[in-house]
């Protein structure tokens, strides 16, 4: 009995050490320090990310956050994406900080409409913001009635929450219907924002204990100091969408991806170039998608492609090539015109893309176009109209030598042995041959 107690001893305070453990691991994962997520909004506002935004505010209430903070570097963006944000910001469980910073950036145009959403709004010194002015998918000036009701839409929408917000919505309405721009000074003056802080840890100190009203009414105090900030991350996914979305090198993917298919297609089994053309259309086709297209462009796109292959089969002296140039250039400054430069197609980004694609479509054709001119060289095709010997006598039957070689042949006429024959007819291993004069 003695041993069996000194054997169960030792195993009895094993587990009683294991279960200490577990619990004291449980303890401190509960305990864990207080967090404040930060988003970095450096990109221009668009699905991509709107979407990134949005998990990051996901990600803050999934941990439990004190705050999140959105930091603001944007010269503006699509409207439907910054109405997403804003939905997300006012509906956020997390107390939302929005910060325009560092030095030196902006909350420009849609921009503007994220920073007064924000529970609390800070600029760094030296930003500025504003700007806010409706403007058309093609950057021009809106008819006036249009434009009445499209400013009227946006100050209400505005209104809807800055007064909530207890921010002036006489200021922010300035941004809007004069594109007026307010430096961070102006802006805190105006009662567009809480504070100027020129870092994150300032914004701490500045707001820690400050009580806020959320959107939905509650009241609730900032319990920002000790805790730790925690940078949400732009995936590897959204980076390269985000890149994608850029018109200039959706463009740019998009010609890739029709000269790539094309060659494909007039040389069969090179594979890759089918393959990258495949994977660029794709992407182009996912960012046209999601930005604002001019349909228009996109026709002319597709004429001057048209005027390219004319140009390779008809001779114009190079008429359709100049024409199929200039509905080139045209049609891709129209395919995407943001309401911001951000958003539009550059025209040196035009041509250098236009230009060689010319070429290039120009020379590919007219190559597959000769070539399907071009006499066959090999098989059977390529014996017709050659010359040779007759060996024997030749009627219905005989033999003839072309290129050394012996065949077995016939003749619609007499043909005597020694003379020149010329070959008019294959047929599997026979062929028909006349005299050659």
């Not at 409207?79 to 509906?91: F, P, Q, T, Y």
């Not at 002015?133 to 249009?146: F, K, L, Q």
């Not at 204990?209 to 940078?231: C, H, K, S, W, Y």
């Not at 006499?375 to 010997?389: A, D």
Request: glycine content about 8%; aromatic content about 6%; charged content about 15%.
């Amino acid at each position: 009995m003695g041993y069996n107690h000194a054997v169960q001893s030792p195993r009895l305070s094993y587990l009683v050490f294991l279960a200490a453990f577990v619990v004291l691991t449980a303890l401190t994962a509960g305990a864990q320090s207080p967090t404040i997520v930060q988003i970095d909004l450096d990109d221009i506002v668009h699905p991509v990310s709107s979407q990134y935004v949005r998990e990051g505010l996901d990600h803050a209430r999934e941990i439990g956050a004190r705050a999140a903070i959105i930091r603001i570097n944007t010269p503006g963006g699509l409207m439907e994406s910054m109405r997403e944000i804003v939905e997300a910001i006012l509906n956020s469980p997390v107390p939302v900080i929005t910060w325009v910073g560092p030095s030196g950036s902006r909350a420009a145009s849609a921009g503007f409409f994220l920073l007064v959403a924000g529970d609390i709004a800070a600029m760094s010194p030296g930003t500025n913001t504003g700007a806010a002015h409706p403007v058309s998918i093609t950057g021009a000036r809106i008819d006036e009635v249009m434009e009445k009701k499209v400013v009227s839409d946006a100050t209400a929408y505005l209104r809807s929450y800055v007064t909530k917000r207890g921010r002036n919505p006489e200021a922010a309405e300035l941004a809007v219907v004069d594109s007026k721009s307010f430096t961070d000074a102006e802006a805190l003056r105006d009662r567009l924002i809480d504070a100027v802080a020129a870092d994150v840890p300032a914004i701490i100190e500045t707001f820690d204990g400050r009580t806020v009203t959320r959107f939905d009414g509650r009241v609730e105090t900032l319990n920002l100091q000790g805790a730790v900030v925690e940078r949400f991350d732009v995936s590897l996914r959204q980076r390269l969408l985000s890149r994608v979305l850029n018109p200039n090198v959706a463009l740019v993917l998009a010609l890739l991806g029709i000269v790539g298919i094309y060659v494909e297609i007039s040389a069969p089994g090179l594979i890759l170039p089918g393959v990258i053309g495949a994977i660029s259309l794709v992407l182009s086709l996912f960012s046209f998608n999601l930005l604002p297209l001019n349909w228009t462009g996109a026709a002319l796109i597709l004429v001057a492609i048209t005027l390219f292959v004319l140009e390779a089969t008809i001779t114009s002296h190079g008429i359709l090539a100049l024409g199929g140039l200039v509905a080139m250039v045209w049609g891709a400054l129209m395919l995407v015109e943001g309401p911001i430069p951000q958003l539009r197609i550059q025209l040196s980004t035009t041509l250098a893309v236009s230009i060689p694609l010319a070429l290039i479509s120009v020379f590919l054709v007219r190559l597959a176009y000769l070539s399907q001119g071009r006499k066959s060289v090999t098989g059977g095709q390529g014996m017709i109209g050659e010359t040779g010997v007759a060996i024997t006598d030749i009627h219905s039957d005989g033999k003839v030598q072309v290129h050394g070689e012996y065949w077995n042949a016939s003749s619609q006429a007499p043909v005597t042995a020694g003379s020149r024959v010329r070959v008019t007819r294959v047929q599997g291993l026979r062929i028909e041959v006349e005299a050659d004069m």
